[in-house]
């Protein structure tokens, strides 16, 4: 089947089996591998994409389902080479061991600050509750996530 | 809560500095393991058996005959060299030829271009199996008449560590109190989020094969694929891939991975990729050893120890891996931080048929920590004094012995500033004499709730909002630096300066996620004054630098930080000498490195820029390259009595745990940690600050919810919807503090800082529930069936869940 999407807000259109994953679609088709595979299952979080500005685990979506949708990746985040303030904010808090997690991390985040100005760090932690980290201990992101929020309050 | 301030002369060290990894993280560039596309690459599928234990009659593939998906099947008969490895016994098969000891073993390899189809595929192989009995009780595993898991080594005893010191027997005649308890802690997945990848590449020229992965020792992964392909080790080239976690867990079972990607890259001449889905990750690799801790100890009336008898049992699983490794640590550290006259200490690891227990986060000590930890809260309520005062009374000092006989000297001594710092910023004895006077009391319940056993009966009701008790725990630690008398400690750093002022960095330890690279490139910016933005860290690769060991035991920043400050010296030693003669001066000593310059001290106005400095080196012909090489001093220890100096330095650490816990439903939540760490000098803050975050946050995971839990051998949490590890909701906030010991070893003093964080935190919120509730747990994982039922509640069966 072909579907038609945005994708990092460029217009695709792909040619593809019913039953690839969303997830696939991305890392095998457009080579966008920033997006992570950790456990298949939804229980992990790094596959972490923004569908139609909501976060979904994209190894739980079939790519059909995305025909129209408008999807934002990792790599989607940096405009014109300038870093979006929640990958700023992780830099500058230490929020980044192995990394692994840190795409999906800042989908969810992503996904949070479109639908809340101001979340309170009890909102943060939910927001990214499907998201696991091994080697953060997840405070360091929940700073960034917190100072990414006041300054992009700031700036709009 | 306000960040610490470290008070220092350094420009770059200790201060806030960006990862040099960080951006190609952040915006999804970094390329892991599976991110790697070759050209015609093929893929691996593995063939196990159902079998925890199996003597292997046939193996008949005959259904997969020209079979169009199906490139090759690879299996023991195409290894030329090793057929088994491992780094201490040669005992874990690459692939099972006659015998199965666990379910995790491979006996084939499906190759070919879609995953998908071979993983279906691998339901035709026929294996017929004469199934043996099934040892999963490691305490039966030295009785007589036990089945031998590998036959030819007639014993099911990895290893036997004893320690002798003075007389146990006399000791506990002489002392007022005795108590005698046992311990038991749970088997546990390292769950880094990314499983396990690696494509094997044939090598052009006089390269036999390039290995890329997800691999945390790459000199490890090197020495193995070499011995199993029967090639020389510089015919072999490892890359480390960017890794995504480890905590200890991607060594043994990627050097086999690595292994038999290459047999079969090398076999067909095509790259091969293999890609473990989460499943295959947890029932394949290695994990924490379950321990059993039997302690007896004797004390006088005043809480003075007198006499310990420690008999330790860990179950080492169907392979040795670093299981006598793992446990020296523990017969190093099974006594704590405390004097202690007369000490009689046995581990002993053991093999069993379930999954195998190797390195993890931690390695040996969390389990001895949780046993003793708890063990000198019981003492303090024996003879009335309170959990600080215990500690104070018996803590090691500068000079103390240890239980081997080490006297403590060369280093700064911090247990007692660690544990005061610790009881201070917890306010933890008005704390702690608060809720002891609450504690377990339940008020408001019926009855028939108020029993010994917290389990409701059937009829009651309860509102849990009436049980919420609170509680404080603390415990204490010291931890041997490095790899101690366990192994070569040494460590190789690579420098060059370029002709422009920028520097090339590498060393021949790993980076596994927890900042290294950052580390290194502070230490190297700080010798030379320039910004570590102007540092390039090299991709990891076994034919750039030398071997230096294994990234483990926390020993990169002490060792790899050593020999970076010493590359950095000798180039900065050769830049200082071409400056005395250009501005001719007496002596380079009052010349300073900082902000970009070279100035002389005493008279400001003269200066350099390091780029010009660095040019004007290359024009007269210096050499701005070095390996730098830092070895740790000599280091030894007798087996046979378990006396020695086991490491040439020590950390030390005091972590307090608050806790809330629901007495009616055995719910508990993690309020606040603090975490008083002397790892010397800290070097990358962000970075040490995210070790104790992390390290305690996987800490508390060990004490309340993760738990492997295997039924004849066969694992039941295979995926992270059972195995459950803490997310962003479970610890409320975390209080890092550091206490900068003098130390003369590493770069400034730089210790160990990523195991010592985690060791800790199970015993310390295990104290604390104790004083919530009233009632000690003696067994990890101390979730709702431990503090309901006091028992675990095993599988009946594996279909249970959702994913098996
Ligand atoms: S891979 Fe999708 S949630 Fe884990
Ligand atoms: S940084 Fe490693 S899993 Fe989050």
């Not at chain 2, 050097?255 to 293999?274: E, G, H, M, Q, T």
């Not at chain 2, 889905?277 to 009336?301: A, D, M, T, W």
């Not at chain 2, 012909?621 to 330095?649: C, D, M, Q």
């Not at chain 2, 606040?672 to 990358?684: E, Q, R």
């Given at each position: 089947m072909k579907i038609n999407f945005t994708l990092n807000s460029q217009n695709v259109s792909i040619e593809i089996e019913p039953n690839l994953r969303l997830l696939d679609l991305l890392r095998d088709r457009f080579n966008l591998t920033g997006t992570k595979e950790g456990c298949s299952i939804g229980e992990c979080g790094a596959c972490t994409v923004i569908m139609n500005s909501k976060a979904v685990n994209s190894c739980l979506i079939l790519a059909g389902q995305c025909n129209g949708?408008?999807?934002?990746?990792?790599?989607?985040?940096?405009?014109?080479?300038?870093?979006?303030?929640?990958?700023?904010?992780?830099?500058?808090?230490?929020?980044?061991?192995?990394?692994?997690?840190?795409?999906?991390?800042?989908?969810?985040?992503?996904?949070?600050?479109?639908?809340?100005?101001?979340?309170?760090?009890?909102?943060?932690?939910?927001?990214?509750?499907?998201?696991?980290?091994?080697?953060?201990?997840?405070?360091q992101i929940i700073d960034a996530v917190s100072q990414s929020a006041k300054e992009i309050k700031i700036n709009t | 809560m306000k960040k610490q301030q470290l008070h220092n002369n350094f420009n770059v060290v200790g201060k806030p500095a960006i990862r040099q990894d960080g951006y190609s993280k952040v915006t999804g560039k970094a390329k892991y393991a599976d991110d790697y596309r070759f050209d015609g690459e093929l893929y691996g599928v593995m063939i196990r058996t159902k079998a925890s234990h199996a003597?292997?009659?046939?193996?008949?593939?005959?259904?997969?005959?020209?079979?169009?998906?199906?490139?090759?099947?690879?299996?023991?008969?195409?290894?030329?060299?090793?057929?088994?490895?491992?780094?201490?016994?040669?005992?874990?098969?690459?692939?099972?030829?006659?015998?199965?000891?666990?379910?995790?073993?491979?006996?084939?390899?499906?190759?070919?271009?879609?995953?998908?189809?071979?993983?279906?595929?691998?339901?035709?192989?026929?294996?017929?199996?004469?199934?043996?009995?099934?040892?999963?009780?490691?305490?039966?595993?030295?009785?007589?008449?036990?089945?031998?898991?590998?036959?030819?080594?007639?014993?099911?005893?990895?290893?036997?560590?004893?320690l002798r010191k003075g007389n146990v027997e006399k000791g506990f005649k002489q002392c007022d109190e005795i108590i005698e308890q046992t311990y038991t802690t749970q088997l546990i997945e390292h769950a880094y989020i990314e499983p396990e990848c690696v494509t094997a590449i044939p090598g052009e020229g006089n390269l036999k094969v390039k290995i890329i992965g997800s691999i945390q020792n790459p000199f490890t992964t090197r020495k193995v694929v070499a011995s199993v392909l029967g090639y020389g080790l510089n015919e072999v080239e490892i890359i480390q891939a960017e890794l995504g976690?480890?905590?200890?867990?991607?060594?043994?079972?990627?050097?086999?991975?690595?292994?038999?990607?290459?047999?079969?890259?090398?076999?067909?001449?095509?790259?091969?990729?293999?890609?473990?889905?989460?499943?295959?990750?947890?029932?394949?690799?290695?994990?924490?050893?379950?321990?059993?801790?039997?302690?007896?100890?004797?004390?006088?009336?005043d809480g003075k120890l007198k006499a310990m008898k420690i008999d330790l049992l860990a179950d080492g699983g169907a392979y040795s891996s670093m299981s006598s490794f793992v446990t020296w640590r523990s017969v190093v550290q099974a006594t704590g931080p405390y004097e202690i006259k007369n000490v009689h200490t046995d581990v002993r690891v053991v093999y069993t048929n379930n999954p195998y227990t190797g390195a993890m986060r931690g390695f040996g000590s969390p389990q001895p920590i949780f046993a003793i930890e708890s063990l000198m809260d019981e003492i303090a309520v024996k003879v009335s004094k309170t959990p600080f005062e215990i500690r104070k009374l018996n803590g090691f000092k500068q000079g103390s012995l240890t239980a081997s006989g080490q006297k403590l000297t060369g280093h700064e001594v911090t247990l007692h500033k660690v544990l005061k710092k610790a009881v201070e910023v917890s306010s933890f004895d008005s704390k702690w004499n608060d809720y002891k006077k609450a504690s377990g009391k339940k008020e408001g319940a019926k009855q028939s709730y108020i029993n010994d056993s917290l389990i409701l009966n059937k009829n009651d009701f309860i509102n849990p909002d009436q049980f919420w008790r609170k509680g404080i725990g603390l415990a204490l630690s010291y931890r041997g630096c490095s790899l101690g008398a366990e192994g070569i400690d040494a460590a190789a750093s690579y420098v060059s300066i370029q002709p422009d002022g920028t520097v090339y960095l590498l060393s021949g330890l790993a980076e596994n996620g927890q900042g290294m690279k950052t580390t290194f490139s502070i230490i190297a910016a700080e010798i030379f004054g320039i910004s570590p933005d102007k540092i390039v860290y090299l991709e990891q690769n076994t034919s750039r630098i030398p071997d230096s060991g294994p990234t483990v035991a926390s020993r990169a920043t002490l060792m790899g930080g050593g020999a970076t400050k010493n590359a950095c010296e000798e180039l900065k030693k050769r830049l200082i000498k071409l400056?005395?003669?250009?501005?001719?001066?007496?002596?380079?000593?009052?010349?300073?490195?900082?902000?970009?310059?070279?100035?002389?001290?005493?008279?400001?106005?003269?200066?350099?820029?390091?780029?010009?400095?660095?040019?004007?080196?290359?024009?007269?012909?210096?050499?701005?390259?070095?390996?730098?090489?830092?070895?740790?001093?000599?280091?030894?220890?007798?087996?046979?009595?378990?006396?020695?100096?086991?490491?040439?330095?020590?950390?030390?650490?005091?972590?307090?745990?608050?806790?809330?816990?629901?007495?009616?439903?055995?719910?508990?939540?993690?309020?606040?940690?603090?975490?008083?760490?002397?790892?010397?000098?800290?070097?990358?803050?962000?970075?040490?600050?995210?070790?104790?975050?992390?390290?305690?946050?996987?800490?508390?995971?060990?004490?309340?919810?993760?738990?492997?839990?295997?039924?004849?051998?066969?694992?039941?949490?295979?995926?992270?919807?059972?195995?459950?590890?803490?997310?962003?909701?479970?610890?409320?906030?975390?209080?890092?503090?550091?206490?900068?010991?003098?130390?003369?070893?590493?770069?400034?003093?730089?210790?160990?800082?990523?195991?010592?964080?985690?060791?800790?935190?199970?015993?310390?919120?295990?104290?604390?529930?104790?004083?919530?509730?009233?009632?000690?747990?003696?067994?990890?994982?101390i979730n709702i069936e431990e503090m309901l039922l006091r028992r675990k509640l095993y599988p009946e069966s594996l279909t249970r869940g959702s994913t098996s």
């Open positions: 949708a408008e999807i934002i990746t990792i790599e989607g985040m940096e405009s014109d080479g300038k870093l979006h303030p929640l990958q700023e904010n992780f830099l500058k808090s230490g929020a980044i061991q192995c990394g692994f997690c840190t795409p999906g991390m800042i989908m969810s985040a992503y996904a949070l600050l479109i639908e809340k100005k101001n979340p309170t760090d009890e909102e943060i932690k939910e927001a990214i509750a499907g998201n696991l980290c091994r080697c953060t201990g997840y405070k | 003597l292997i009659k046939k193996i008949d593939y005959s259904e997969l005959n020209e079979n169009r998906f199906i490139k090759a099947i690879i299996t023991a008969d195409d290894i030329p060299g090793s057929k088994k490895v491992g780094p201490i016994k040669q005992d874990q098969p690459i692939f099972c030829a006659d015998k199965i000891v666990t379910p995790g073993d491979v006996v084939a390899m499906l190759v070919g271009e879609d995953v998908k189809e071979l993983r279906k595929l691998t339901e035709l192989v026929k294996i017929d199996l004469e199934e043996l009995p099934v040892l999963d009780d490691p305490q039966k595993a030295l009785e007589n008449d036990s089945i031998l898991i590998h036959p030819d080594f007639k014993t099911n005893l990895i290893t036997h560590y004893p976690g480890s905590f200890g867990g991607k060594d043994d079972t990627m050097n086999i991975l690595s292994a038999r990607a290459a047999i079969a890259a090398l076999k067909l001449n095509r790259p091969v990729k293999i890609k473990y889905e989460r499943e295959e990750s947890i029932i394949e690799s290695y994990k924490r050893h379950p321990y059993i801790l039997k302690y007896k100890v004797g004390f006088n009336k400056l005395v003669t250009i501005w001719k001066l007496k002596s380079g000593k009052d010349l300073v490195f900082v902000n970009n310059e070279i100035i002389l001290r005493s008279k400001k106005s003269k200066r350099i820029e390091f780029g010009e400095l660095i040019k004007q080196a290359y024009q007269q012909g210096i050499n701005l390259a070095t390996v730098g090489w830092y070895a740790g001093p000599k280091v030894h220890w007798e087996e046979e009595t378990g006396h020695g100096s086991a490491y040439f330095t020590y950390v030390y650490g005091c972590q307090v745990a608050e806790v809330t816990v629901n007495i009616g439903t055995g719910e508990v939540y993690v309020n606040n940690i603090w975490a008083v760490h002397d790892a010397g000098k800290v070097i990358n803050i962000l970075g040490a600050e995210g070790q104790v975050y992390g390290g305690l946050t996987q800490g508390a995971g060990y004490a309340l919810w993760e738990k492997i839990s295997t039924h004849n051998g066969k694992i039941r949490e295979n995926n992270f919807d059972q195995f459950l590890i803490p997310t962003s909701k479970d610890i409320d906030a975390i209080h890092p503090y550091f206490i900068e010991g003098k130390e003369k070893y590493g770069a400034w003093g730089g210790k160990s800082l990523g195991e010592p964080t985690l060791e800790l935190t199970a015993a310390a919120i295990a104290n604390a529930i104790c004083i919530a509730t009233g009632q000690r747990f003696y067994n990890l994982p």
